[in-house]
């Protein structure tokens, strides 16, 4: 039996919220610019719905599974055979998202601040970083996290206030610009998978209650999704459209033309701190779900043995895309559209009906309420 | 078993302090030449002549035998692109340079008039690049201005650059526009993006222009009739067509701009004084709110209705009439609401006349009355201007006196 500790609802709601805004920091708020155009908030707004929808649903399953993770419940569901290849597309799933975090946050990091360091020196620091973080267990990383949320909320209000003397209120307009549809299909097909259902739902036991993680998860998506529709306004009003679709790093540019006087200049050097913060802990926390997965499909008591062997996969993965643009796409076009989605929906989805009929049958009582 | 974890924990600490230290991309300051200012013209037997302002930091050192040194140096390069320049400044110069720390961009008339896009798309993408940086275009060649610029009250060119943009705030006769807003204004609109007018002095300006009428400051930079020893001007603005400079407008018409736009800050304002035609009455104005734009159509024209809000003080009275009462104050106000329209009649018609487009961003607003983003996309937004019907009605609040209530006349003799 896997022994993960015990983590607070604070802490919790820290380490899926981290978890959550990691991909702000990087290329995703251009994207959505790029697809909403002027609507861009509207567009957030539906994937909002969509995640809090999604976390719903695992919560909706993980019910009647209150001290068990999501790997047991499918196995309990599906049965061994199918519940482990249901099992085995979410432990890759966390593997291909950490392999993308590892690129594309090592990149970034080229892009912004170390122009001339190898890429794989950064990526040993980051996945070093990772191995460390979960060596040391859950209790660590949520704790880490919990201590985090202060800096990163204060470094991420300064930086949407300080651009505000940017911002031209014009820039929203034409206000309903794009087709409904359109926008909804983008909301799903581009910006609605995410990782932190699945991760709640392997860290249930370590809740402390169901209703803890439910309400927890739930905060976490909601304030990410809010945060998230606050850059991509932000961004918005002080760009405008066209130059937001162009972007690598959207918030790094954002955090460049902070200026106040002479002295309170070159801001960037904050949110580097920030999004180094984020960047690690999500990481971690990636890390863990992909091991905690493989470590519960072949029920072993720990988790750490495995770990090199992932962080190894992890590596070699994000190496794999021969450039940055490739290393994109692949997210844009697989891990965050509709091959993520099945896995991050439509799986939990599955199920969830599969549960439904099967206890209407009699078959799946719930052993622990 | 404890003690070696402590080992292995001092020896992740070591390591840590080690790797974390540094970088690959490591530069110490003493090894980095600061470009504060880079000016790029059209070169003589390459495409592009790219000249840098480089900080000497022997004239800055304490100690060390600072001396007499020039604390700054200009450089140029010609060569193809601007990083092919900047590549070429690093084979002669013992240090590094980075435009991390670069105030200005400046381009020579001539590339202006033949576009920027492709220099400032080199630009944008670069990291050291910074969009706060100004974008100013150069009368004559940005190298003369370079060499011709020696700012007398501070010790680095780069203050003074930096302080060009508090000096275009008190006097509105300046127009300081940096790298995003020229580019924001170039990629978002469909209206004509400006710049910033810099010059060498000439000492005089061109035939038939001088100030004799209040409200107007006739000049372009390098016209303005003065002395001293530094022949840098800053004053009026270029005028661009998409990325092609098309013209430029003097000082008044830029505070008109200004104004319209609703960029203003603050500045002072001579007007012939309405009950007394051979004095005159300074004003100090602010802008009060941002300007009103309403749309309407009409009869297939679409009107523009514009209210530019301004409020201040009186500076002087040299009449010494008795404006403050504010039955008065109201003939000052009117007779300046009166002025500053006919003054932004002329700049539009002027725009209309010389086919720059609309040089006041109403598209800004405009965007506001359309309902999808093809309609804006294609938006033919030089026709519309063109035919537009533009009202422009200025509405000043004099708040304050100054330091006088009111003007006692002396006694008669």
Known sequence: MIREGKIGFAEGFALLLISNIGKVFLSVPSNAVEQGKTMAWALILIVIVITLLEFWLIAELMKNFRDRTIVEASERILGPYLGTAVNLFFAFYFIAVMAVLLRSYSEAIITSALPRTPISFLIITLTVGSIVSCWYGLESIARVARLSIPFIALGLIILCTAVLPEADPNNIFPLFSVDPVELFHHAIARQSAITEGLLAALLLPAFGGWRHFRRAGLLAVGTGGGLFLIIVFILTLVFGVQVSEEFMLPVYNLSRIIEFGRFFQRMESVFLLIWAMVGTIKMAVTLYGANLVLARIFRLPDYRPLLWITTLLCFSLSLLPADLMTALMIESDIVRSYPGLAITLGLPFFLLVVAKFRKAGGEIRDEAK | ?413
């Open chain 2, 1 to 413: 078993m404890k003690q070696s974890n402590l080992y292995g924990k001092l020896l992740v600490l070591l390591l840590l302090c080690t790797f974390a230290s540094g970088c690959w991309g490591a530069r110490e300051t003493d090894e980095v030449a600061l470009v504060v200012a880079v000016g790029f013209d059209k070169g003589k037997t390459e495409a592009l002549e790219v000249t840098a302002t480089v900080a000497n930091p022997r004239a800055f050192a304490i100690d060390g035998g600072g001396g007499n040194a020039k604390p700054f140096l200009n450089i140029s390069v010609e060569g193809p692109s601007i990083w092919e320049c900047y590549t070429i400044l690093n084979s002669f110069l013992s240090r590094e340079t980075t435009f991390s720390h670069t105030q200005v961009y400046l381009f020579g008339e001539e590339l202006a008039r033949q576009g920027i896009e492709d220099y400032l798309n080199d630009l944008i993408r670069q990291r050291e690049v910074r969009r706060d940086s100004g974008l100013y275009v150069c009368r004559g060649t940005a190298k003369e201005f370079m060499d011709k610029n020696k700012p007398l009250l501070e010790m680095s060119v780069a203050k003074q650059y930096q302080f060009m943009d508090r000096m275009a705030k008190v006097s509105g006769l300046f127009h300081n526009r940096n790298i995003h807003d020229y580019y924001s204004t170039y990629k978002n609109l469909h209206s004509s993006p400006t710049l910033g007018l810099v010059g060498v002095s000439r000492g005089k300006p061109e035939d038939g222009k001088q100030a004799a009428e209040p409200l107007r400051v006739p000049y372009v930079a390098g016209e303005v009739p003065r002395t001293g020893e530094n022949k840098a001007e800053y004053i009026g603005a270029a005028i661009f067509n998409r990325d092609k400079m098309v013209g430029e407008i003097n000082g008044d018409e830029n505070r008109t701009l200004m104004l319209l736009r609703g960029d203003f800050t603050v500045s002072s304002f001579t007007i012939r004084d309405p009950k007394h035609p051979n004095k005159t009455v300074v004003l100090r104005l602010r802008q009060g709110q941002r300007p009103d734009i309403k749309f309407k159509q009409e009869e297939g024209v679409l009107k523009i209705y514009h209210t530019v809000y301004l409020e201040g003080e009186f500076v002087s009275i040299q009449s010494g009439e008795h404006y403050e009462d504010p039955v008065k104050q109201k003939i000052v106000e009117d007779a300046f609401d009166r002025g500053m329209e006919e003054l932004a009649r002329e700049l539009i018609d002027k725009t209309r006349e010389k086919d720059w487009g609309d040089i006041f961003h109403y598209d800004r607003y405009y965007r506001r009355e359309l309902s999808s983003w093809e309609q804006w996309e294609n938006l033919n937004w030089q026709e519309i201007y063109n035919n537009a019907d533009i009202m422009v009605d200025f509405k000043t609040n004099i708040r304050r006196t100054g330091l006088v209530r009111k003007m006692v006349p002396p006694y008669k003799e």
